[in-house]
């Protein structure tokens, strides 16, 4: 069982995500006002808070929540090795494991200062199921595959 940190959103896409306080998780579209969003099978990422730690440890900026472009920032699960097809409860929405890892941006601002980025490795997306709320604090709960 694991925990929501930090929940993010960018209104554009190539950026760092900032963090919100609560955001709408919607069925088959992701969350309502991020760039991300859609009809596709990388609506919601997620990053575990032990992935930003390793990097944290070989870079001088400070790594803030969506400093990977992840929407939610998660504690106590290792989610990259959740395999596809897995689902969650995030908060009250249900989501579908759909991808692990992605090609990291050339110009990613972590990638040029560390020469590193966890995302590709360890970031994983999600398609929504059914709709819900997701607030820092909210659990994340395995249910099944």
């Known amino acids: 069982m694991g925990k929501v ?3 993010c959103i960018s209104e554009v896409r190539g950026i760092q995500k900032h963090p919100v306080e609560e955001a709408e998780l919607r069925e088959n579209h992701g969350i309502v006002g991020d760039a991300h969003a859609g ?6 990422s997620l ?3 032990d ?3 390793r990097m944290q440890e070989r870079v001088d900026l400070k790594l803030l929540p969506g ?7 998660v504690e106590g699960l290792r989610v990259y090795e959740l395999p596809i097809g897995t689902r969650l409860r995030i908060g009250t929405a249900l989501c579908e494991v759909t991808q692990i890892g992605k090609e990291c941006h050339h110009d990613c601002a972590i990638r040029k200062a560390a020469g590193d980025c966890v995302m590709p490795r360890e ?3 999600v ?3 059914r709709g819900g709320a997701v607030r820092p604090g ?8």
């Not at 909210?138 to 595959?145: M, P, R």
């Open 5 to 7: 940190l930090a929940v």
């Open 39 to 44: 009809d596709w099978h990388r609506q919601v």
């Open 47 to 49: 990053l575990g808070i």
């Open 51 to 53: 992935s930003v730690s």
């Open 67 to 73: 400093a990977f472009a992840e929407n939610i920032l």
């Open 123 to 125: 970031g994983i997306f």
């Open 127 to 129: 398609k929504v199921l």
């Open 138 to 145: 909210d659990e994340v709960a395995v249910i099944g595959e």
